[in-house]
Protein backbone atom coordinates (compact mmCIF):
# COMPACT_ATOMS: atom_id res chain seq x y z
CA UNK A 1 0.00 0.00 0.00
CA UNK A 2 2.74 2.13 0.95
CA UNK A 3 4.66 1.54 -2.79
CA UNK A 4 1.71 2.55 -4.28
CA UNK A 5 1.78 5.99 -2.35
CA UNK A 6 4.90 6.45 -2.85
CA UNK A 7 4.09 5.82 -6.95
CA UNK A 8 1.28 7.78 -6.97
CA UNK A 9 3.64 11.00 -5.53
CA UNK A 10 6.56 10.04 -8.01
CA UNK A 11 4.08 10.15 -10.88
CA UNK A 12 2.62 13.68 -9.64
CA UNK A 13 5.32 15.09 -9.06
CA UNK A 14 7.36 13.94 -12.44
CA UNK A 15 3.75 15.39 -14.47
CA UNK A 16 4.20 18.74 -12.43
CA UNK A 17 8.09 18.55 -13.63
CA UNK A 18 6.85 17.91 -17.33
CA UNK A 19 4.29 20.60 -17.01
CA UNK A 20 6.74 23.57 -16.08
CA UNK A 21 9.65 22.25 -18.47
CA UNK A 22 6.51 22.76 -21.14
CA UNK A 23 5.81 26.11 -19.79
CA UNK A 24 9.71 27.41 -20.27
CA UNK A 25 9.17 25.89 -23.76
CA UNK A 26 5.97 28.07 -24.84
CA UNK A 27 7.18 31.03 -22.73
CA UNK A 28 11.18 30.96 -23.55
CA UNK A 29 12.78 30.75 -26.73
CA UNK A 30 15.53 29.67 -24.92
CA UNK A 31 16.78 25.98 -24.78
CA UNK A 32 16.11 25.80 -20.76
CA UNK A 33 12.82 23.87 -21.18
CA UNK A 34 14.13 21.24 -23.42
CA UNK A 35 16.96 20.28 -21.39
CA UNK A 36 14.58 20.18 -18.43
CA UNK A 37 12.52 17.54 -20.65
CA UNK A 38 15.77 15.67 -21.40
CA UNK A 39 16.63 16.24 -17.56
CA UNK A 40 13.75 14.62 -16.57
CA UNK A 41 13.56 11.77 -19.44
CA UNK A 42 17.26 10.51 -18.04
CA UNK A 43 15.72 10.54 -14.74
CA UNK A 44 13.11 8.23 -15.41
CA UNK A 45 15.58 5.92 -17.25
CA UNK A 46 18.30 6.01 -14.53
CA UNK A 47 15.55 4.98 -12.32
CA UNK A 48 15.29 1.54 -13.55
CA UNK A 49 18.86 0.46 -13.25
CA UNK A 50 18.83 -2.32 -10.83
CA UNK A 51 22.40 -1.85 -9.38
CA UNK A 52 21.31 0.73 -6.36
CA UNK A 53 24.71 2.77 -5.87
CA UNK A 54 24.86 3.66 -9.62
CA UNK A 55 21.10 4.25 -10.15
CA UNK A 56 20.96 6.61 -7.12
CA UNK A 57 24.24 8.37 -7.82
CA UNK A 58 22.85 9.14 -11.78
CA UNK A 59 19.23 9.75 -10.48
CA UNK A 60 21.11 12.45 -7.94
CA UNK A 61 23.39 14.08 -10.83
CA UNK A 62 19.87 14.25 -12.42
CA UNK A 63 18.22 16.15 -10.44
CA UNK A 64 20.87 18.38 -9.45
CA UNK A 65 20.73 19.14 -12.98
CA UNK A 66 17.25 19.87 -13.30
CA UNK A 67 17.05 22.21 -10.73
CA UNK A 68 19.90 24.18 -11.94
CA UNK A 69 18.15 24.35 -15.29
CA UNK A 70 14.79 25.34 -13.43
CA UNK A 71 16.70 27.81 -11.74
CA UNK A 72 18.26 29.46 -14.41
CA UNK A 73 15.57 28.84 -16.63
CA UNK A 74 13.06 30.90 -14.34
CA UNK A 75 15.84 33.76 -13.80
CA UNK A 76 16.06 33.90 -17.31
CA UNK A 77 12.30 34.15 -17.88
CA UNK A 78 12.01 36.86 -15.48
CA UNK A 79 15.16 38.78 -16.76
CA UNK A 80 13.11 38.68 -20.22
CA UNK A 81 10.25 40.12 -19.45
CA UNK A 82 11.56 43.19 -17.54
CA UNK A 83 13.59 43.13 -21.19
CA UNK A 84 10.89 43.01 -22.83
CA UNK A 85 9.63 46.21 -20.99
CA UNK A 86 12.54 48.27 -21.36
CA UNK A 87 12.40 47.51 -25.60
CA UNK A 88 8.52 48.71 -25.19
CA UNK A 89 8.95 51.85 -23.75
CA UNK A 90 9.00 55.06 -26.55
CA UNK A 91 12.54 56.79 -27.77
CA UNK A 92 13.16 59.72 -29.03
CA UNK A 93 13.84 57.47 -32.51
CA UNK A 94 10.09 56.85 -33.11
CA UNK A 95 9.02 53.06 -34.15
CA UNK A 96 5.82 52.55 -36.18
CA UNK A 97 3.22 50.69 -35.05
CA UNK A 98 2.23 49.82 -38.71
CA UNK A 99 2.55 45.97 -39.79
CA UNK A 100 5.40 45.48 -42.08
CA UNK A 101 2.86 45.44 -45.37
CA UNK A 102 1.38 48.61 -44.51
CA UNK A 103 4.87 50.23 -43.93
CA UNK A 104 6.18 48.92 -47.08
CA UNK A 105 3.00 50.79 -48.69
CA UNK A 106 3.94 54.02 -46.48
CA UNK A 107 7.32 53.49 -47.65
CA UNK A 108 6.55 53.74 -51.42
CA UNK A 109 3.83 57.04 -50.59
CA UNK A 110 6.82 58.67 -48.42
CA UNK A 111 10.27 57.66 -50.37
CA UNK A 112 11.71 56.76 -47.17
CA UNK A 113 13.12 53.27 -46.47
CA UNK A 114 12.59 50.77 -43.52
CA UNK A 115 15.18 50.83 -41.02
CA UNK A 116 14.59 47.24 -38.87
CA UNK A 117 16.07 46.70 -36.10
CA UNK A 118 15.69 42.65 -35.12
CA UNK A 119 15.97 41.91 -31.59
CA UNK A 120 15.92 39.28 -28.52
CA UNK A 121 15.54 39.96 -25.16
CA UNK A 122 18.32 38.33 -24.03
CA UNK A 123 20.59 40.00 -26.01
CA UNK A 124 23.13 42.19 -24.57
CA UNK A 125 23.90 44.32 -27.91
CA UNK A 126 20.15 44.78 -28.63
CA UNK A 127 19.43 46.65 -25.14
CA UNK A 128 22.85 48.65 -25.11
CA UNK A 129 21.80 49.98 -28.68
CA UNK A 130 18.60 50.65 -27.41
CA UNK A 131 19.43 52.73 -24.04
CA UNK A 132 22.33 54.12 -25.96
CA UNK A 133 21.70 54.60 -29.44
CA UNK A 134 18.15 55.14 -30.03
CA UNK A 135 17.49 57.64 -26.45
CA UNK A 136 19.86 60.25 -28.81
CA UNK A 137 18.59 63.27 -29.28
CA UNK A 138 20.70 63.98 -32.31
CA UNK A 139 20.26 60.10 -33.59
CA UNK A 140 16.71 60.34 -33.30
CA UNK A 141 16.75 63.79 -35.51
CA UNK A 142 18.51 61.76 -38.41
CA UNK A 143 16.68 58.55 -37.83
CA UNK A 144 13.47 59.99 -37.97
CA UNK A 145 13.98 62.02 -40.99
CA UNK A 146 16.34 59.25 -43.13
CA UNK A 147 13.50 56.29 -42.34
CA UNK A 148 10.59 54.59 -41.34
CA UNK A 149 11.76 52.87 -38.36
CA UNK A 150 10.79 49.19 -37.37
CA UNK A 151 11.76 46.92 -34.11
CA UNK A 152 10.97 43.16 -33.96
CA UNK A 153 11.72 40.65 -31.40
CA UNK A 154 12.29 38.01 -34.05
CA UNK A 155 10.11 35.60 -31.58
CA UNK A 156 7.43 36.96 -31.29
CA UNK A 157 4.13 38.28 -33.78
CA UNK A 158 5.30 39.40 -37.10
CA UNK A 159 9.49 39.28 -35.87
CA UNK A 160 8.88 35.67 -35.95
CA UNK A 161 7.79 35.52 -40.09
CA UNK A 162 10.19 37.77 -40.74
CA UNK A 163 12.78 36.28 -38.83
CA UNK A 164 12.43 33.84 -41.75
CA UNK A 165 12.07 36.04 -44.83
CA UNK A 166 15.31 37.59 -44.09
CA UNK A 167 17.09 35.12 -42.63
CA UNK A 168 17.92 36.52 -39.09
CA UNK A 169 20.45 34.18 -37.46
CA UNK A 170 21.95 36.40 -35.08
CA UNK A 171 21.26 39.79 -33.33
CA UNK A 172 21.84 42.42 -33.02
CA UNK A 173 20.21 42.24 -36.76
CA UNK A 174 20.28 45.82 -38.71
CA UNK A 175 18.72 45.84 -42.19
CA UNK A 176 17.66 49.03 -44.54
CA UNK A 177 14.94 47.66 -46.83
CA UNK A 178 13.18 49.46 -49.94
CA UNK A 179 9.27 49.76 -50.82
CA UNK A 180 9.50 46.32 -52.63
CA UNK A 181 10.98 44.52 -49.09
CA UNK A 182 14.39 43.78 -50.72
CA UNK A 183 17.35 44.60 -48.30
CA UNK A 184 19.62 47.55 -49.44
CA UNK A 185 21.91 47.63 -46.93
CA UNK A 186 22.51 45.01 -44.05
CA UNK A 187 24.54 46.81 -41.45
CA UNK A 188 27.54 45.19 -40.43
CA UNK A 189 27.49 44.19 -36.45
CA UNK A 190 31.06 43.55 -36.45
CA UNK A 191 31.66 47.36 -34.53
CA UNK A 192 29.19 48.31 -32.12
CA UNK A 193 26.47 50.73 -34.41
CA UNK A 194 27.12 53.30 -31.78
CA UNK A 195 26.19 57.24 -31.91
CA UNK A 196 28.32 58.54 -34.51
CA UNK A 197 28.07 55.32 -36.84
CA UNK A 198 24.05 55.68 -36.56
CA UNK A 199 24.12 59.37 -37.70
CA UNK A 200 26.58 58.64 -40.69
CA UNK A 201 24.47 55.94 -41.69
CA UNK A 202 21.28 58.11 -41.51
CA UNK A 203 22.93 61.05 -43.48
CA UNK A 204 23.37 58.64 -46.33
CA UNK A 205 19.69 58.23 -46.92
CA UNK A 206 18.62 61.55 -46.23
CA UNK A 207 16.37 63.11 -49.54
Given at each position: ???????K?????????L??????????????G???????T??????F?????I??S???I?????????????????????????????????????????A???S????KP????????????????????????SV??KM???????????Y??E?????????????????I?????????D???????N??????I?????K
Open positions: MLNKKIKRVVVILIALTYAIFLILKNPQPYKLAILAILLVVFSIKKRIRNLMSSLIALSLIFIIGTRSLLFNATNQELFNQETPVKFSKLTFEKLQFKETNLFIDFYTVWCGPCIQFHKEVLTDKANNKAFINLKYNIEGGNALREKYEVSYVPRFVINDLGEIIEINTDSILKERMIKSNNYL
